[in-house]
């Protein structure tokens, strides 16, 4: 069983940046794909970015695109946000995701079958 955990969350200013880092532990497949999402209160789950641990491919929100990047590094088995120029609509709690089944890049929370504790990211205006 994979288990996650985010760190890197905070409080920043609009404009300013941050890294947001999910380290995973237990049985990682390297046809997993690992995502990030955000969610506010009262609203759904939303898609962020998601990368395939073997090739690095990588999908995106099409709104995020050019400000947040998402990236992994095999050896620490640790996925990572970048997340630059934030906006005060940013604000959120992103959480870590992994879809250890079947193959290929999805959007979809519900194909994601491991998720982390969640971390507060606040951009204040």
């Known amino acids: 069983q994979v288990q996650l955990v985010e760190s890197g969350g905070g409080l920043v200013q609009a404009g300013g940046s941050l890294r947001l880092s999910c380290a995973a532990s237990g049985r990682t497949s390297s046809n997993s794909v690992m995502g990030w999402f955000r969610q506010t209160p009262g609203k759904e789950r939303d898609f962020v970015a998601a990368?395939?641990?073997?090739?690095?491919?990588?999908e995106y929100t099409e709104s995020l695109k050019g400000r947040f990047t998402i990236d992994r590094d095999n050896a620490k088995n640790t996925v990572t946000l970048q997340m630059h120029s934030l906006k005060p609509e940013d604000t959120a709690v992103y959480y870590c995701?992994?879809?250890?089944?079947?193959?290929?890049?999805?959007?979809?929370?519900?194909?994601?079958?491991?998720w982390g504790q969640g971390t507060q990211v606040t951009v204040s205006s």
């Open positions: 990368i395939t641990w073997s090739g690095g491919v990588t």
């Open positions: 995701a992994a879809k250890t089944y079947g193959l290929g890049l999805t959007r979809s929370a519900s194909a994601f079958d491991v």
